[in-house]
């Protein structure tokens, strides 16, 4: 990276920390640094929302299923809009009419403290461990395409962090996070523009969609049906609409985000806001690794895109044959360039037949080029024992750091660091919240002062930093990073979105939601490690599981 590209970079730490710090007079006391005393603007709490769940592990992995699945993953949003719909007119009402800082505080109000305890703990375990992944998700690949040492790149994105939420609270989250959000979008739509004005002179724009259209990477809707085949119409509409129900509703990450609105209101258009932007963005993050494709269509790309596995390989015994296959795959790629060409030239004719037998050579050697890639992988598993090796997640790094012009490279190094940092910020100021209000003030320290509740408010933020960042250097297996959070958060969110149910729509007691919600777990544990069913359904086999035996349980009990 060039000096301009660092600069750009320390520049935007150092502005985001500041900022974040000079808002601590907006935290003096506990509702303050929780909650802002609810008094945010939709549209900023709106933006916050988002940034929170558009980490970096969106912007790195998702383009890199974009590159290699095209918008198959859009599908996993489907059930977003109706399930904020779902949220404005049921939980949001509920949780700003108590006037609760947790959504797990208003399970004690319905049910008793056994129930808000057991859920809260949950809640603590699974964002704790996806925390961890956030971090460690794009410190692994970002210390591998800097060069830095991996305890360097986790130091480098959780100390801001930590420093400015530890200090500003909820304001200094959220403030950040609408900054964020904007450097992100902008950022995004800067690599696209730059994408398409890198095709070559003779393939226009929609040449080079028909190119991956070819492939089926424009295809985002499979109506099939399959509770094995994860990415579908179906699997996100209804799948999709639990996990949704059950992140927006239940995960105290987001719901501190619409505790904060000034209003109801404010808090449905802020969730709203969300209905309506995030599946296009989603669509533009995965768009921007299809015109990534669409690059290496006509630029050679890698063999591989990590390049440590590249030099272990080329410095194993194995390199001769590592060198015959990427003497292969140089060969591939010009035999699929041309076929490229090739499309682009039959589309210009307009003749159907024609079309149809360029883009059929096309996807031949496609497939011919992705056989050869296919044997150099197998061989890194050989060499380093990774069985499950995948460089997905470092196309988009690698294109960034070796592609891109000087200063769109540090903005997009920016970009990446801000979107982890937005994540990580509120999640950290959630398990703060989750840890002082659900357990420190309601079973240790019953009664202290306000300014002793900030104080260890404070405290713990920097525990749990400092606790997600040793996480971070230890979670190096990761696998598809856009998926792993996805499937920790699956393992709870159904049964979690359960016990609300059960709150909210039913006459089910205490006993019934603990019943329900033990056997929700047990049951999407089963499920989880012993069939196939994607993960995406056992956010409603949990959900159903809990509030069936909670019924049940609470007709007897």
Known sequence: MHLIDWLIVVVYIIWIVWDGLRRTKAATEVEGYFLANRSLPWWAVGLSVMATQLSAITLVGTTGQGYADGLRFVQFYYGLPLAMIILSVTLVPFFHRARVFTAYEYLERRFDVRVRSLTSFLFLASRSMSLGVVISAPSVILSIILGWPLWGTVAAIGGPTILYTMFGGVQAVTWADVKQMVLIVFSVVAVVIALLLGLPADVSVQEALHLAGSTGRLDAVDFSFSFTETYTFWSGLIGGLFLMLGYFGCDQSQVQRHLTARSIDEARSSLMMSAYWKIPLQALILLTGILV???????????????????????????????????????????????????????????PAVIEEAEARFRDAQATLKGTRDRAARLVMDVTGDARYTDVNYVFPTFITTVLPVGLTGLMIAAIFAAVMSSVSSELNSLSTATIIDFYRRHVRTEATGAHYLAMSKLVTGLWGLFACYIATQAVNLGALIEVVNRVGSFFYGSLLGVFVLAVGTRAGANGALAGLVTGMITVALVGFTTNVAYLWQNVIGTLVVVIVGVAVGRKF
Not at 298 to 324: K, M, Q, T, W
Request: hydrophobic share 35%.
């Open 293 to 351: 494709f669409v690059f290496y269509v006509f630029n050679e790309p890698p063999i591989l895109f990590n390049r440590v596995h590249d030099e272990r390989v080329r410095s194993s015994p194995r390199a001769g044959e590592y060198l015959g296959i990427e003497a292969t795959f140089r060969g591939n790629f010009e035999a699929r360039r041309q076929s490229a060409h090739g499309v682009a030239e039959a589309h210009r004719t307009g003749e």
